[in-house]
């Protein structure tokens, strides 16, 4: 039986393709022979492009290795615009989001505050502590709401901090 089990590991590792760390540095081509970018890093199973316009990480399967270094199936204007793409998805399903009493989580995943209104590109955030006015950008949309990069505490703080200094003035 062990023989029967090794055989199938070593069979298994024969045919899986082995995969080649992509270094840092490396020029990433399409299958054209075009330049797609460059490697800035490689870690955690994601290799990270930078196109010149984007940066961009892509899972280290996704790539093909050649001589001349790592192959990728999309053009530079194909990957630029998949990632414009789908910012512009994720933007607008966040600001579909924000709206009037959505709750807003910390960094550790508690309630922080809720949304009070939006202002353009200004978020105004309301907790127990008062409210505060914080960019779109600080926040992300996650699977279980949205998400802002303080905790509770470090939110309180600066609520507090910001009414000290205006009734100070």
Do not use: C, Y
């Amino acid at each position: 039986m062990r023989r029967i089990a090794a055989f199938l590991i070593a069979t298994a590792a024969l045919s899986a393709p082995a995969m080649a760390q992509i270094a840092v540095g490396a020029t990433v081509k399409d299958t054209t022979g075009g330049t797609v970018g460059t490697v800035t890093a490689s870690e955690g199973g994601n290799v990270t492009v930078d196109t010149g316009k984007n940066k961009v990480a892509i899972p280290e399967t996704s790539f093909a290795q050649t001589p001349e270094g790592p192959l990728l199936g999309m053009t530079k204007d194909q990957l630029d615009s998949a990632v414009e793409t789908a910012a512009a998805e994720n933007k607008a399903k966040l600001m579909a989001a924000l709206v009037p009493g959505a709750d807003v989580r910390g960094t550790a995943g508690v309630v922080i505050g809720k949304v009070e209104k939006v202002d353009g590109e200004l978020v105004t955030l309301t907790s127990e502590a008062g409210s505060a006015n914080v960019p779109v950008s600080g926040l992300a949309l996650q699977p279980d709401g949205l998400h802002f990069g303080m905790t509770a505490e470090e939110f309180t703080a600066a609520v507090e901090a910001a009414k000290a200094a205006t009734s100070g003035q």
